[in-house]
Structures are given as structure tokens and as C-alpha cells.
């Protein structure tokens, strides 16, 4: 039995990371940084750096475009989609929403914020009608959410407070989540907790978490859910991007309460994850400056299967192909099970 069970256990280990990286192929190259994307009609669409939008066809490369959305050279870290426009708002005060046609690409402001300590750092459509983007608060802690709804944005009052130092991280448009019943907000910096809006009752609430937390660069930097219970939340500290100490963490209760995994045991600061479609939770992959990883149990334990670098946010295509994006390229990974 000794001799047995050390063999059973390697055996364990094929089976589970039985996945393996097929090809991994540059799609797109600009001198540009890109933390947000979007799939849609067959391509990657994203926003950047330099005020740049644009997309490249995902089965022919050639066919790319690109537009400047505004002369000032903003920087975009969202974009989101609803059936006929996508929306992008620039980090920065003042934050301009933009509103671009997908059938002519034609842009236009709908939206405005001049407040000095605008900084959008995620853009969410829950459907069509109904979209959310989180900012950094104002001096008063008051929580930011704007709200897209019967095509207009606002910025409601909520009456709830953020901590000292509480924000959260533009780094690849996915500090937002939602379900059919749920929105969930991630924050990070003094404190990285979840922020949880049931739709039914319109009420929030506010859960801690056991993540690494407490300096200006830690905390939860992505989130994604299956359903209204299992949800997945990675980051770390982007100063010290090679430590890997609480900086996963998975819930399976909507949210309440986190559990931390693989603790010591991970490639380190990760900035976005992604369940694989079909997988119920199961299968993940995360992306980080120095590291892609894959897990297919729950996100208790993880597997680097590639050490490409610079790449920020990544996307599902199908069950197998994900597509990623960071600085100054777009690229799609391939994977063999």
C-alpha cells in the first residue's frame, strides 16, 4: 500500500492538469497597453492607451481596425457592450463616457464626470439594459457606482462607505461581476472586501475577506462567479509581483465568506480570471504580468503553463481558445485536453 499510494498520487496529478498549451499565436501588435476587451461579431475589440479602439478579426489577423476616440490622448482601462454600441470610459478626471456605434464605429460622449477624483476602474453590462461602473471614491468615502439604465447613466447616492484608503484596480476591467441575482465588487488597497448588491431587494452588503490586504498595491485585482454561488478572486501586490501569500481565494456561498487557496503555492500577482465555459467553476485560467495558470478544481491548486509576459486580461473564445491582451500586443492561446 506504501509503495501504491505515492503512484496513485502522480497518476492524480496527469489527471488533473491534463491540459496543454496547443499554440499560442500573436494576433495584433501597436505600441499600445490594453487592460479591457470584448468579443463580439468574431473579434477581439479592445481600448487602450492613447485614446486608441479598435479590433482585430479573430480567424483572419489581417483584418484589423483601429480609431482614435478623442484628440487628448486618454487612457482607456474599460469597455463594455450592450446589442448595438460599445462603452468605454477613460481613467482620469475629467472621465468621459464613450458611446461607439458598432456598425459605423461613430462616437460620441454621453457622459461626463468632472469630479476630481474620478478614476473608473471597471465597466460591467449585466444585460443589455443594464450596466455598472465602479470608481475610486471621493474624499468622503462615499461608494461610486455608476449606474447605466432606460439608456442613461447616472450616479446614485447609495449612503454606503468605503474605508480609509479603499479602492480598487484598473488593471484588466473585471473587479465587477455579476449573475442573474448578484452584482459583486472587489475592492483592494487599506481593505479588499466584496461588495454585494442583491437585485430584488436593491440593498448592498459588505463582506471582509482573508485576502492580502492593507497597502495601497494589495488586494482582490479580479473576480468572475458561476451562477449566484461559486466565485473565484485572485490578485496579490503588483510592488512585489512574485509573492504568492493569500492571494487567491474562492466562495461558495454568494460571497460571504472566502476561502484562501493554494496560499505559497502559485505563480504570484495575477490581475485576471476567467471560468472556462461549460466547466461549472471547475476550470479557470488566470493571467498576470509574469505568468499565464490553470486550474481545473476549483482553484484549489494551480499549474504556470506558460511564462509569456506583459499580458493583462484575458477572455474565453470557446472552451478551448482564450484570448489575451496586455502591452502592445493581443494574443490567442490554444489548448489540447
Partial sequence: MKKILPFLLSLSGIFTFSQQVESFTTLFNDKISIRAIELYNGKVWYSGTGSKFGYVDLKDHQKQKQITLSDKKLEFRTL??????????????????????????????????????AFYDALHFASDKLAFTFSD???????????????????????????EGEAAFA?????????????????????????????KTQKFEVFTTPFIQGESSQGMYSID?????????????????????????????????????????NAGYTTCVKIRPGSKGKEIIAVGDQHISYSSDYGKTWKKISDEKGLFVCEWVDGNTIVFAGNYRISLMKLKF
Fill in 137 to 163: 471614491a471621493d474624499k468622503d468615502n462615499d461608494l461610486k457606482l455608476a449606474v447605466y439604465e432606460k439608456a442613461k447613466w447616472s450616479i446614485p447616492d447609495y449612503s454606503l462607505k468605503l474605508n
Fill in 80 to 117: 463594455g457592450q450592450d446589442k448595438n454600441s460599445f462603452y468605454a470610459i477613460n481613467v482620469g478626471s475629467p472621465a468621459y463616457f464613450f458611446k461607439i456605434d458598432k456598425k459605423d464605429l461613430k462616437s460620441q460622449i454621453v457622459f461626463t464626470d468632472t469630479v476630481k477624483t
Fill in 225 to 265: 462567479f458561476y451562477e449566484d454561488q461559486f466565485g473565484i478572486a485572485v490578485g496579490g501586490d503588483y510592488i512585489k509581483q512574485a509573492d504568492n501569500i493569500n492571494n487567491i481565494a474562492t466562495t461558495n456561498d454568494g460571497g460571504k465568506s472566502w476561502q484562501v487557496q493554494a496560499s505559497g503555492q
Fill in 171 to 199: 488593471a484588466s476591467n473585471t473587479n465587477i461581476a455579476t449573475s442573474k441575482n448578484y452584482l459583486w465588487i472587489a475592492t483592494g488597497g487599506k481593505a479588499s472586501r466584496i461588495i454585494r448588491l442583491y437585485f
